[in-house]
């Protein structure tokens, strides 16, 4: 975070990414974790391959054994589930959207947006993978480095393929921590503090609003918070609709 304040134009997710690599590369082939030396043990660190071990091996792009009666569900579960992610995936990707016109002055296509997100999840669950969504972080990174173009979505797209494909096994080698921080760096940006204070001023039941969504979405599931947070906006509007016709 001080870097990116220091030198905002410098892409320092990149530059902090590949150092990591480097690092875990060195640590993991070079000094071998011994139980017996807390030294080794104190500068060896976690890896994703160490949580993910399976990204080291071959990358299948589709992933077809689930269609196998032999791992049968429950019809209830898919459904629940089903409608659980459906709600997060578009009121994630109609916020990262919203996010995004208010940092670049632009307005979005809603029907567009969603319907472009529904195709991408039908192709996603046919192939077995997981679902997808406009994410609030990427959006932010993107606005923060300028890229303001639909077009850099798609190199995002080509990117991500090239390293799943080709680059996967060299990527696992970074870090957890350095994971961590670029999440938390990008998360802490898109906290709104303007509009936090405003809302204190402004309509205190908005705000603890904000805060229940937040504390469950951190504590509990980010899809109860999203549930219990639309709804209570709803219930909010609902009495200021009525409050006007009246």
Known sequence: MSLSKWKPAVPWIIIIAAIGIIYGVVMKECVE???????????????LKHIYPS??????LGQFGYWTPKKALKASAVIIGSLKVAFVAVLETLISARIADNKTNTRFNQSQEIFGMSIANIVCGLMGGTPCTGVLIRTNVNIQTGATHKMSQFINAIFVFLIVVLFMPIFTYIP??????????????????????????VDRFEFWILIITWLICVFKDGAVGLLIGAFLSFLKQSEKTSETQL
């Open 176 to 201: 957890m921590a350095c994971i961590a921080s670029i999440l938390m760096t990008s998360a802490c940006r898109l906290v709104p503090k303007t509009i936090i204070a405003e809302l204190w001023n």
């Open 33 to 47: 974790p011994d139980i017996t030396d807390p030294t080794k043990l104190l500068y060896t660190p976690r890896l």
């Open 55 to 60: 990204l080291s091996d071959k990358v299948t």
